[in-house]
């Protein structure tokens, strides 16, 4: 995995959030820095209401955050849509109690919906700066009484290398499915959802390693792996055993009994 460097601003003069900025930065071994700072290609911000991560230089753009509360993600969070059923259809949830390990859980959305859902979900993601952010994120939901139910029973966040949590994992501790949601380009995607990934990958790297990461999930889900794709990309392993189509991506679908 690439390292990017990333500086954590605070966005106020204010000294508690200066506080707040320099002790997570020591945190995640990331300098402190001020928010007009062009040193660093982006910038971890501390404001008062959120975590961002905030591109530096001419391409500078809008904020990338985690946000489970407002928008989109707010709305399918309370009333599931199509594409969250086909997530539903993917992973086998059938109401009855399901545990999915999402180990590339990036800014947590699909993992959050698998909660919403009904899963209980183990979020793994090995950038301590996105970790940081989805963590951000998740606190902040939990203002909201109904989301602090979900995640407080159905979603928990682990901050490190998927191959490794998985191959430690115990024979009691082997969740159901592993959903994987590798890094890929961001072809045929939104202007917003381009920024977003590009912003990403500069903080957390490509995935490189993501077929290691398949061949530790095959040997870890009872049931199934769920691997999200690009609608035209190539299988990330082998020919899955059967596949759901979106309009964009796919959902390849991988039975370890049959391995």
Do not use: N
Request: positive net charge; contains cysteine.
């Amino acid at each position: 995995m690439s390292k990017c460097t990333t500086a954590i601003s605070s966005d106020a003069p204010a000294q508690e959030l200066e506080r707040r900025a320099v002790a997570l930065g020591k945190s995640l071994g990331i300098p402190f820095v001020r928010a007009d700072c062009t040193d660093y290609p982006v910038l971890l911000v501390v404001t008062p209401c959120r975590l961002e991560l905030r591109e530096t230089g001419q391409r500078k753009t809008g904020a990338v955050f985690s946000e489970f509360v407002s928008g989109r993600l707010g709305k399918r969070g309370k009333t599931a849509g199509a594409s969250e059923r086909m997530l539903a259809r993917a992973v086998g949830f059938k109401r009855a109690p399901l545990t999915v390990c999402d180990a590339t859980a990036g800014l947590g959305r699909d993992a959050f919906l698998l909660a919403c859902l009904g899963c209980k979900v183990t979020a793994i993601e090995r950038s301590p700066v996105m970790a940081a952010l989805l963590a951000d994120g998740l606190e902040r939901a939990t203002t909201e009484v109904d989301l602090a139910v979900i995640i407080r029973d159905r979603l928990r966040l682990v901050v490190g290398d998927a191959r490794t949590v998985l191959a430690a994992m115990s024979e009691d501790e082997r969740p159901d499915v592993v959903y994987l949601d590798p890094m890929f380009p961001a072809k045929r995607k939104s202007a917003a959802a381009k920024k977003e990934m590009r912003i990403c990958r500069l903080v957390a790297g490509d995935d490189a390693d993501a077929e290691e990461l398949f061949a530790v999930a095959v040997r870890t889900a009872r049931s199934r792996v769920v691997v999200k794709r690009p609608l035209r990309a190539p299988p990330l392993g082998a020919r899955p055993a059967f596949t759901y189509k979106g309009t964009t991506i796919r959902y390849d679908v991988y039975l370890p009994a049959r391995w």
